[in-house]
């Protein structure tokens, strides 16, 4: 694919090409994308009535390479692989490769801390922590005196 830039008539103008030239080599997507790419997966965090499930979106990666650690009441999710050629490909952007991330969660109270399980499936890492007894809602009627 061959890409095309534009110069929008500046040629003519002795400042503009220079100019120009300046911030398209500063700003152009190949630079700064890489930068500005998340070096953590995105995260969903969602509450039910008897759990909190959290999914971190982790394409790429293998179960064996995550690490789960619960330190009081931080969860803590990191990953580090090893950056293989992939079928001797040199790649000229990559954007969706978790090579290696750290994310840390606190747990709120309410939060069962021997309750917790993680499943690994389609690049989503889901974490599903049970809620304690006393701290799922109840419902009750209220009788009007």
Same mark, same amino acid.
């Given at each position: 694919?061959?890409?095309?830039?534009? *110069? *929008?008539?500046?040629?003519? $103008?002795?400042?503009?090409?220079?100019? *120009?030239?300046?911030?398209?080599?500063?700003? $152009?997507?190949?630079?700064?994308?890489?930068?500005?790419?998340?070096?953590?997966?995105?995260? $969903?965090?969602?509450?039910?009535?008897?759990?909190?499930?959290?999914?971190?979106?982790?394409?790429?990666?293998?179960?064996?390479?995550?690490?789960? *650690?619960?330190?009081?009441?931080?969860?803590?999710?990191?990953?580090?692989?090893?950056?293989?050629?992939?079928?001797?490909?040199?790649?000229?952007?990559?954007?969706?490769?978790? $090579?290696?991330?750290?994310?840390?969660?606190?747990?709120?109270?309410?939060?069962?801390?021997?309750?917790?399980?993680?499943?690994?499936?389609?690049?989503?890492?889901?974490?599903?922590?049970?809620?304690?007894?006393?701290?799922?809602?109840?419902?009750?009627?209220?009788?009007?005196?």
């Amino acid at each position: 694919m061959t890409l095309v830039k534009f *110069n *929008n008539g500046l040629k003519n $103008n002795p400042v503009g090409p220079f100019f *120009n030239d300046v911030f398209d080599s500063i700003l $152009n997507d190949s630079y700064l994308g890489d930068k500005l790419i998340a070096r953590v997966p995105a995260v $969903n965090i969602a509450e039910t009535e008897n759990e909190f499930d959290v999914a971190l979106a982790v394409p790429g990666l293998k179960k064996e390479d995550f690490k789960i *650690n619960l330190d009081k009441n931080v969860l803590t999710v990191s990953a580090d692989k090893k950056v293989e050629a992939v079928g001797g490909k040199k790649f000229s952007k990559r954007e969706y490769s978790y $090579n290696s991330f750290t994310r840390s969660f606190t747990l709120p109270e309410s939060a069962d801390h021997s309750k917790i399980e993680a499943d690994y499936t389609d690049g989503i890492l889901t974490l599903i922590i049970a809620k304690k007894e006393e701290a799922k809602f109840q419902s009750r009627e209220i009788a009007v005196k």
